[in-house]
T-cell receptor, first 112, second 113 residues
Framework: SQTIHQWPATLVQPVGSPLSLECTVE??????LYWYRQAAGRGLQLLFY??????ISSEVPQNLSASRPQDRQFILSSKKLLLSDSGFYLC???????????FGSGTQLSVL | AQTVTQSQPEMSVQEAETVTLSCTYD???????LFWYKQPPSRQMILVIR????KQQNATENRFSVNFQKAAKSFSLKISDSQLGDAAMYFC??????????WGAGTKLIIKP
């Protein structure tokens, strides 16, 4: 069966520090991969999505970037974190468009 | 631009009763997908139900059903026989063929014992 792993669960980082959040999927090949951010008490904001290795689409201009170095690995990065980067980050995958999204357990990022 | 509106920030229902959560969306497309996701306090997002726009029949999943009104661009979720475990944030979402999901702001559902 398919599983999605996202880590770390919580992260506290100082302003200006780098960021690397990793997400891996098991049990499937060529998944669509997504990074979302959820502000407290709000809905989900799509940050990046990828339909294949090296193919990244950005939905929101910001100081974050994403990479997909392997088929089932999706990484969210930043060179210098801002206070406004704080939030709950969710990784997700789906077999194809229109199909169910499977979410990771999320990372709570606090930038201080 | 496509938008998804959930007009009820919070709803409450007595255990075992029925509650309906509303969702409207704006699109000029004819082929798309609609979803309801649930986010309990654990923050794990879980699919509740999925509807394909070209299907006129309303989707159902056990105690969960939708009222899909394509012309009115309405996609409400009905939860029958509400249970304490149904307490969560419920998000409505719309997806076109460009992989981009548009999400509503969510409705917090409170179950009164």
């Amino acid at each position: 069966s398919q599983t999605i792993h996202q880590w770390p669960a919580t992260l506290v980082q100082p302003v200006g520090s780098p960021l690397s959040l990793e997400c891996t999927v098991e049990g499937t090949s060529n998944p669509n991969l997504y990074w979302y951010r959820q502000a407290a008490g709000r809905g989900l904001q799509l940050l990046f999505y990828s339909v294949g290795i090296g193919q990244i689409s950005s939905e929101v201009p910001q100081n974050l970037s994403a990479s997909r170095p392997q088929d089932r690995q999706f990484i969210l990065s930043s060179k210098k974190l801002l206070l406004s980067d704080s939030g709950f980050y969710l990784c997700a995958w789906s077999p194809t468009v229109g199909e169910k999204l499977f979410f990771g357990s999320g990372t709570q990022l606090s930038v201080l | 631009a496509q938008t998804v509106t959930q007009s009820q920030p919070e709803m409450s229902v007595q255990e075992a009763e029925t509650v309906t959560l509303s969702c409207t969306y704006d699109t000029s497309e004819s082929d798309y997908y609609l979803f309801w996701y649930k986010q309990p306090p654990s923050r794990q997002m879980i699919l509740v139900i999925r509807q394909e726009a070209y299907k006129q029949q309303n989707a159902t999943e056990n105690r969960f059903s939708v009222n899909f009104q394509k012309a009115a661009k309405s996609f409400s979720l009905k939860i029958s026989d509400s249970q304490l475990g149904d307490a969560a944030m419920y998000f409505c979402a719309y997806e076109r063929r460009n992989y981009q999901l548009i999400w509503g702001a969510g409705t917090k559902l409170i179950i009164k014992p």
